[in-house]
């Protein structure tokens, strides 16, 4: 399995920013998706993850309201639309593809860059 992030870059507070993650190797429906950050001096943490079907999100509460996940297993991508971000926002983000239930293993994108900053 391979995961390739895109889509980081530097913007204002208040301004919006969309990463995805390519998806490789294996059926992209056998997977729990997630993406995680980890802010400067902290540790990884986790930002958003969809089931199998896109059928349930869960969200950390920092970014709940804010920040969309979504999949497209006919494509092979995850997606994060991030809206109204904030400086503490501003982290490395790893896409991460979970198939531990199915004995597949887990797996890091390298991470993309989001710097938010006025």
């Known amino acids: 399995v391979q995961l390739v992030e895109s889509g980081g870059g530097s913007v204002q507070p208040e301004e919006s920013l969309r990463v995805s993650c390519a998806f490789s190797?294996?059926?992209?429906?056998?997977?729990?998706m997630g993406w995680f950050r980890q802010r400067p001096g902290k540790e990884r943490e986790l930002v958003a993850n969809?089931?199998?079907?896109?059928?349930?999100?869960e969200y950390a509460d920092a970014v709940k309201g804010r920040f969309t996940i979504s999949r497209d297993n006919s494509k092979n991508t995850v997606d994060l639309q991030m809206n109204s971000l904030k400086p503490e926002d501003t982290a490395v983000y790893f896409c991460?593809?979970?198939?531990?239930?199915?004995?597949?293993?887990?797996?890091w994108g390298q991470g993309t860059q989001v710097t938010v900053s006025s």
């Open positions: 991460n593809a979970d198939g531990l239930r199915g004995g597949l293993g887990l797996y």
């Open positions: 190797g294996h059926h992209l429906a056998s997977f729990t």
């Open positions: 969809i089931d199998y079907s896109g059928e349930y999100t």
